[in-house]
């Protein structure tokens, strides 16, 4: 017996506001259907032993560690800019907006 039937499959259309022919629903149908019955065997094998995962395979994050390494000043930072003002970059109004 088929999970899903053409008129639910015709009402989720609608409810979606998705125009389709008599050919589309009739074909998203089956193919629903065959969606539904493969969570339905996911299902049958999933127990309560079996913890649930996201992926199938470990995933492990590749990353360095932080190291603190010496850095610019602000004078030096501030030496290559075309403009300074008070200790910061100097830059064009966008918004024209006063400070």
Known sequence: MSA???????HLARLARIDMTDEELDR???????????VAAVAKVATDDV?????????TN?????VVRPGLTA??????APAAED????V???LGEEA
Do not use: K, N, W, Y
């Open 4 to 10: 899903i039937t053409r008129p639910e499959v015709e």
């Open 28 to 38: 998203m149908a089956g193919q629903l259907d065959a969606v539904l019955d493969a």
């Open 51 to 59: 913890p649930a995962t996201s992926h199938p395979v470990p995933l």
């Open 62 to 66: 590749v990353t360095r560690p932080d």
């Open 75 to 80: 004078e030096e930072a501030l030496a290559g």
């Open 87 to 90: 200790g910061r970059f100097r």
């Open 92 to 94: 064009p109004m966008i």
